[in-house]
């Protein structure tokens, strides 16, 4: 291999940048809309409180069984967002799947959320 192709190979990568910036956006530019008039509306509530339940317990159970205890709280709530996105976003798959309902992104947002306010609660009520 040539100097010149080890040194690109070092190089990393950002293509991806761009898209987890999007990504990241939509998530942000999402809250206006989710906690708006059409919060009961649209139904946003519950996927807001169903992810705070799940993400709570979710929380609980790392912190006896995975020592989650022993990290930041940054990662708490990473965890909380995580598990409240990942819930309502295989819900809302799964949904528009079945013919039930139509795939919002609203939704998902709205279940993440939920995920960071459950996490915080239970920093806030257990730790």
């Given at each position: 291999?040539?100097?010149?192709q080890?040194?690109?190979?070092?190089?990393?990568?950002?293509s991806?940048?761009?898209?987890?910036?999007?990504?990241?956006?939509?998530?942000i530019?999402?809250?206006?809309?989710?906690?708006?008039?059409?919060?009961?509306k649209?139904r946003?509530?519950?996927?807001?409180?169903?992810?705070?339940?799940?993400?709570f317990v979710?929380?609980?159970?790392?912190?006896?069984n995975?020592?989650?205890?022993?990290?930041?709280?940054w990662?708490?709530?990473?965890?909380?967002?995580v598990?409240?996105y990942?819930?309502?976003?295989v819900s809302?798959?799964?949904?528009?799947?079945?013919?039930?309902?139509?795939?919002d992104?609203?939704?998902?947002?709205?279940?993440a959320?939920?995920?960071?306010?459950g996490?915080?609660?239970?920093?806030?009520?257990?730790?």
């Amino acid at each position: 291999m040539k100097l010149k192709q080890i040194v690109q190979n070092l190089i990393p990568d950002f293509s991806a940048v761009p898209g987890f910036l999007k990504f990241l956006s939509g998530g942000i530019t999402a809250i206006p809309k989710v906690f708006s008039k059409n919060f009961f509306k649209q139904r946003y509530y519950l996927h807001f409180f169903v992810s705070i339940a799940i993400s709570f317990v979710v929380i609980r159970f790392m912190s006896i069984n995975m020592h989650l205890a022993d990290t930041p709280i940054w990662f708490h709530i990473l965890c909380g967002w995580v598990i409240g996105y990942v819930v309502n976003l295989v819900s809302e798959g799964y949904l528009e799947d079945t013919g039930k309902a139509k795939f919002d992104w609203c939704d998902v947002h709205a279940g993440a959320y939920g995920g960071i306010v459950g996490s915080i609660l239970y920093i806030l009520l257990i730790t």
